[in-house]
């Protein structure tokens, strides 16, 4: 394992380009992802569906697919620059969209299948697609889509263009177009946690911090069975299950169907897969179930990555004792990629709750209002330092003004807090943070110690306005199966976060829900919660003062 300082004094980018089959100057996405692995029937994807069917499909596989597809896809006007977009769920052909619209130099957007017609409707007028590819599935949304470009259709009905049989017309050999490596190749939608989802678009340069990601943080080896629970119609998915593996000629895993406990354990025991990645709320519903997870999956895992959320220190501490496996946290944005990790494949201290240390090719720093560098022990905002961070590739939204730069800072919009050891700890989203009675408060930490309470399954922290305190802390919390609600099960869980944090860091209140509200990339979105707190708080005061 190399030192994790080390491998940041050493790094050049140069270096690290040099992984890359192409120059920075010509690149083609579908080459780094694809042909540059084929030729001797290497596995690219191992695939399964709901009903427990399943196969691989090779990397000579896929450029054959994707060169017929590309050849489709040129015959309906795309070219170079142009976007396709992918509304699928994790099946072959998602994957040889993908490779096909990058081999023309087109630019790639996913569609997350759960998205109803208006959102799609929204990404495809930002995105101007000259194509969408879908399903059978998910075809009848479409319908509701105005404006809506050409559509090909998997298992496509009569009155629709399948998209087998326009590969078996297509003529098989396309010839790769290669772009600098500021080309975008990725349109990227923001997951929308506090305000409407915003365009951006990924340059090629982007696949060389995507390797480093797999490499250093996941621990990526080459006889590792890797899969990545995240799907590929959102960031995480599509740079760290298709873009980041494939682009270092590792296989990948889709699954097809709903997660679930079972599922997951089939998966990995059948598939052998023993370098996973996902969520903490994915990681929560495991735990949550208990032994019917981790008796088959014991001793199985290698490493465990989590990305998303902040990685509560319960679901730590249940990985290592339940299943003898190291879970660690990684922090990244949709703009950035990942950029903040516990790596597995870097020897650092890891700090408790710290969402880790900086990805080497970046310098992660912690600001205040002033955008001044702020010292150990001080909150601020995390912000990336553009001119001393190589592997930095977001340069803006497309077609929007954006308040997130100031001078060489990216401002990331959380709050986090820079440890004594040089790692980095996450507080909460700035609009998250609570203040009460003086002091402030980070909703993580407050959410994290109820979810160490047996009965707690989830837990979502807001400040709700209150005229003594400011804010006073209200829980909105899942309990377990077969757990009722009450006013002594309240009180217990303010005493024992009371007993975990400090005095003034409780919840005064607490309400008993059964879900929370999320994005669809499974991100708490506690404004919501805080916008219906202010909003009963108004109507209450309507009703008194017409009394």
Not at 10 to 31: D, E, I, T
Not at 150 to 166: C, M, R
Not at 346 to 367: E, M, Q, T, W, Y
Not at 377 to 406: H, M, N
Request: charged share 20%; with cysteine.
């Amino acid at each position: 394992m190399r030192d994790y300082a080390e491998a940041v004094h050493s790094f050049n980018y140069s270096g690290a380009a040099a992984a890359l089959h192409g120059s920075l100057g010509a690149l083609n996405a579908c080459v780094e992802c694809c042909d540059r692995h084929a030729g001797n029937d290497k596995t690219a994807l191992l695939w399964e569906d709901r009903d427990g069917n399943s196969g691989r499909v090779s990397f000579d596989q896929l450029q054959g697919r994707a060169a017929r597809l590309a050849n489709v896809l040129k015959g309906r006007g795309v070219g170079p620059g142009d976007r396709v977009a992918g509304l699928m769920p994790r099946i072959p052909e998602l994957l040889v969209t993908i490779l096909a619209t990058w081999r023309l130099g087109a630019v790639y957007q996913p569609l997350f299948t759960a998205f109803g017609p208006k959102a799609i409707e929204h990404r495809l007028e930002q995105s101007a697609a000259r194509v969408v590819v879908t399903d059978s599935h998910n075809r009848a949304k479409l319908d509701e889509v105005t404006g809506c470009p050409s559509i090909i259709t998997v298992h496509a009905a009569d009155a629709d263009e399948d998209f087998q049989q326009l590969l078996d017309a297509a003529d098989p050999v396309c010839a790769p177009v290669l772009l600098s490596a500021d080309a975008p190749f990725l349109l990227m939608f923001t997951s929308g946690t506090t305000g409407p989802a915003k365009p951006l678009q990924v340059p090629l340069r982007a696949i060389v911090a995507f390797q480093g990601y797999m490499r250093d943080a996941i621990g990526l080896r080459p006889e590792d069975n890797f899969w990545n629970l995240a799907d590929p119609g959102w960031a995480y998915g599509l740079y760290y299950a298709v873009t980041g593996p494939l682009s270092l000629g590792h296989a990948t895993t889709f699954y097809d169907g709903p997660f679930s406990v079972d599922s997951c354990a089939r998966i990995i025991a059948k598939h052998g897969i023993d370098n996973l990645a996902g969520s903490p709320t994915a990681f929560r519903l495991l735990i949550a179930a208990g032994a019917e997870f981790s008796a088959p999956v014991k001793g199985r895992l290698r490493v465990v990555s989590s990305a998303g959320e902040p990685l509560n220190p319960e679901v730590i501490r249940w990985f290592a004792d339940e299943l003898g496996v190291t879970i660690h946290d990684h922090y990244g944005q949709t703009e950035l990629g990942m950029v903040l990790c516990n790596h597995h494949a870097l020897a650092h201290p890891v700090h408790p709750g710290s969402a880790g240390f900086a990805i080497p090719g970046h310098r992660i720093v912690v600001l205040d209002e002033q955008a001044n560098e702020l010292p150990a022990g001080v909150p601020g905002i995390l912000a990336v330092d553009r001119e001393q961070s190589p592997l930095c590739w977001f340069a803006g939204y497309q077609g929007l003004p954006t308040k997130s730069f100031i001078g060489k800072y990216y401002l990331s919009g959380d709050t986090v807090e820079l440890n004594d050891n040089g790692s980095i700890s996450f507080v909460g989203r700035s609009d998250d943070v609570i203040t009460t009675s003086g002091y402030r408060v980070g909703p993580f930490d407050v959410e994290s110690a109820l979810i160490e309470h047996p009965a707690v399954i989830e837990a979502a922290v807001i400040g709700k306005p209150d005229p003594q305190r400011t804010e006073l802390i209200k829980a909105f919390v899942v309990l377990a199966a077969g757990i009722q609600g009450s006013a002594a099960l309240e009180e217990a869980l303010r005493q024992h976060v009371r007993q975990r944090l400090y005095a003034h860091a409780y919840p005064r209140e607490i309400e008993f829900v059964s879900d929370l509200p999320k994005t669809p990339s499974g991100k708490l979105q506690r404004f919501i919660l805080r916008n219906q707190e202010i909003a009963k708080q108004q109507a209450a005061l309507a009703v008194s003062a017409s009394a």
